[in-house]
C-alpha cells in the first residue's frame, strides 16, 4: 500500500461455466464498492473503435468485458494504468478522477456500471482541462494528523458487509464473533490465549486483578503515558508508582525501576509507547529476581516486535487497547488481554462477564466489560490488513527519519529499541530551545495537524498531583509534538509535513 489514493484496478469476478454456458456475476458493494445507478453498453461491430476521452470527477465506474477484447488506458492522480480485458474474468474498478482511452476490438462488447445517473457536469471533456484540474486536486496544503476516514471509505462495502451479517446472526455479545477475534489475536500475539474486554483500561485493570494485586500493593509505572496506565492501577487499590523513561526511545528507565522496589511492589507496567517496543530481556529478568508480575501496556503497540518476538507475548500478561485511532481499531471501544497463563486467562474471563462463565453461576464479585460482536467480527477483519498498515506506518517513519535528520541541533527524533521493530503508533519529535506551542502555531498555519502525547508526565496530573522527579519525561512533555502518522496518508503528505516543519523551524531559529 502506497497511500489513500485508490486507483484503477483489477477485480475478479465470479464465473460459473458449464457446456458452453458461463455465468459471471459482481455484486454491488461485493466486487467492487458503490451501488450501480446506471448501465451503459459499448459495442463495436467488424471495425475497431476509438472512445473514451474524458474524465469524471466524482463517479465511480465497473468495466467488464462481455465480447471481444477492450483496451483500457487511464491517467490520474495515482499515475497511468493499462488493461486488456476479455469476457468473463475480470473487470475494471475506475475511481473518480482518470482520464480514459477505450479501445474496442471488432466485435467487442463492454459493460460499465456508474455510481451516479448521468451529469454532464461530472464530466471534463478537455484533456488540458482535465490536466488543470489534477494539478489542482494534487495540490497538497494540509495534512490531518489521522485518516480514519480515508480507512473507513476504502474499507466501506466490507464493513457494511460485516454490519449486516453481525446484525443477522443474532448474536450481538460475546459469541461465536468473539470467541473466533480471540483464537485469531492470541495466534497473532502468539500467546496460548486472547481475552475480548471493553477497552484497554479494563484490560490492564482485569489483568491486575486477576493477578491479585489489590491494597497495600505498589506497581511501577512509566509516568509518561497515558493516564489508563496509572488508573487501572488505582482502580484495583493500589498504589502507582512513578519512573521515568529513557531518552529516544521513551521506554521505562530500568535503573528507576530497581531503585523504585520496596517490599510492597508487586507488578511492574511496561508501556510500549509509540509503538516502539521497550527493551523487555533486563526487565523481566530483574521481575523474576524480585517475583514481580510484568503487564505490558501494548495498547499503542499492535504488532511490534522485540528479538523476533511479538509485543503482547513477553511478559506475564499484556493489556491491548481497540480505541478506534489505534493502529488495530474498532468502530467504537474494544480491549483485550493476551497470557500463556491458563489461570489468569479463565480469572479474566470471569472478571470481565460479572465472576461468570456459567449463567448465573457468578464465583468472582466481576465487572461487565465484554466485547461486542460487531467489534469482533470488525476487528478479525482489521487484523489481516494490520501487517501491510504497519508496513506503511514503518514507511512513513523512515521517510521522516531520512528528511528530518538533519534538523538534529533542533529536533530529537523517536529512536527504536535494539532487536525491536517499532509500529509507530504515533511519531513524536522532541524540539530542543524552540517553544513547543510557537511551532504547533505555524504548522497549523500551514495546515498541518499535530498532537501532544502526552503534555503532563502522570504524576502532575491534577487526578494523581503527587510530582516525582521525572526530568526526561518532563522534557519530553514539555517539548514533544506528535507529527501526522496514519497508513492512509501519502508519501506527498509527509514530504508535505517535512517541508513544513523545517521551514517553521528555519523561522523559528532565524526570529
Ligand atoms: C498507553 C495506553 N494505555 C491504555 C490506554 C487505554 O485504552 P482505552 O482508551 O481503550 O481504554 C491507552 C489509550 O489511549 C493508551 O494509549
Not at 443474532?170 to 500467546?191: P, Y
Not at 487497547?321 to 488481554?337: C, M, Q, R
Request: aromatic share 8%; glycine share 8%.
Amino acid at each position: 500500500m502506497q497511500s489513500n489514493i485508490v486507483v484503477p484496478h483489477t477485480v475478479a469476478i465470479q464465473s460459473h461455466h458449464k457446456d458452453g454456458f458461463a455465468l459471471s456475476i459482481a455484486e454491488c458493494g461485493g466486487e467492487f464498492n458503490f451501488l450501480a445507478k446506471r448501465q451503459y453498453v459499448l459495442s463495436s461491430s467488424d471495425a475497431p473503435v476509438e472512445r473514451g476521452s474524458h474524465a469524471h470527477k466524482e463517479l465511480w465506474q465497473f468495466m467488464v468485458c462481455l465480447g471481444g477484447e477492450v483496451d483500457l488506458k487511464f491517467e490520474g492522480l495515482g499515475g497511468e494504468f493499462r488493461f486488456t480485458l476479455v469476457p468473463g474474468k475480470e473487470g475494471v474498478l475506475v475511481p473518480p478522477g482518470y482520464w480514459r482511452d477505450i479501445s474496442l476490438k471488432p466485435d467487442s462488447v463492454l459493460s460499465v456500471l456508474a455510481s451516479e445517473l448521468y451529469d454532464e457536469g461530472d464530466y471534463i471533456r478537455d484533456y488540458g482541462q482535465f490536466k488543470e484540474w489534477l494539478a489542482a486536486k494534487g495540490q497538497i496544503n494540509s495534512v490531518p494528523f489521522v485518516a480514519l476516514d480515508r480507512c473507513h471509505e476504502t474499507l466501506k462495502a466490507d464493513l457494511s458487509k460485516i454490519f449486516d451479517a453481525t446484525v443477522a446472526s443474532n448474536e450481538l455479545v460475546l459469541g461465536k464473533a468473539c470467541r473466533e477475534f480471540e483464537l485469531r489475536f492470541a495466534d497473532f500475539c502468539e500467546t496460548e490465549f486472547a481475552i475480548g474486554c471493553g477497552n484497554g483500561l479494563d484490560a490492564l485493570t482485569l489483568a491486575l486483578r486477576a493477578a491479585g494485586i489489590g491494597e497495600n500493593d505498589e506497581v511501577i509505572v512509566p509516568a509518561n503515558s497515558f493516564i489508563a496506565t496509572a488508573l487501572a492501577v488505582s482502580s484495583v487499590g493500589a498504589k502507582p508508582v512513578f519512573v521515568d523513561c529513557l531518552e529516544g526511545t521513551y521506554s521505562i528507565d530500568i535503573g528507576g525501576i530497581e531503585s523504585n522496589i520496596t517490599p510492597k511492589t508487586r507488578a511492574i507496567i511496561v508501556v510500549h509507547l509509540y509503538g516502539i517496543p521497550a527493551d523487555m530481556d533486563p526487565i523481566v529478568a530483574l521481575a523474576n529476581k524480585h517475583g514481580l508480575f510484568v503487564l505490558e501496556d501494548a495498547a499503542q503497540a499492535h504488532g511490534a516486535t522485540y528479538k523476533g518476538k511479538k509485543i503482547g507475548s513477553l511478559g506475564h500478561a499484556a493489556a491491548f487497547s481497540f480505541y478506534p485511532t489505534k493502529n488495530l481499531g474498532a468502530l467504537g471501544d474494544g480491549g483485550a488481554v493476551t497470557t500463556d497463563d491458563p489461570v489468569l486467562a479463565e480469572r479474566i474471563r470471569k472478571l470481565c462477564n460479572y465472576g461468570s462463565t456459567v449463567k448465573y453461576q457468578h464465583e468472582l464479585q466481576g465487572v461487565n466489560s465484554r466485547l461486542d460482536s460487531l467489534q469482533a467480527n470488525v476487528l478479525s477483519y482489521k487484523l489481516s490488513l494490520l501487517p501491510d498498515w504497519n508496513e506503511r506506518r514503518r514507511q512513513i517513519a523512515a521517510k521522516y527519519h531520512e528528511s528530518l535528520g538533519e534538523c538534529s541541533d533542533y529536533l530529537d527524533l523517536p529512536q527504536v529499541t535494539k532487536a525491536g521493530e517499532a509500529v509507530w503508533h504515533l511519531f513524536p519529535v522532541l524540539l530542543k530551545g524552540i517553544a513547543r506551542q510557537s511551532v504547533i502555531d505555524a504548522l497549523a498555519e500551514l495546515q498541518v495537524s499535530t498532537g501532544i502525547h502526552y503534555p503532563y508526565t502522570i504524576d502532575k496530573t491534577e487526578a494523581y498531583d503527587s510530582p516525582v522527579s521525572v526530568p526526561v519525561a518532563e522534557k519530553v512533555a514539555e517539548g514533544g509534538i506528535s507529527l501526522p502518522m496514519d497508513p492512509y496518508l501519502t508519501d506527498g503528505e509527509i514530504d508535505y509535513v517535512c517541508s513544513a516543519l523545517k521551514s517553521v523551524l528555519e523561522q523559528l531559529v532565524g526570529d
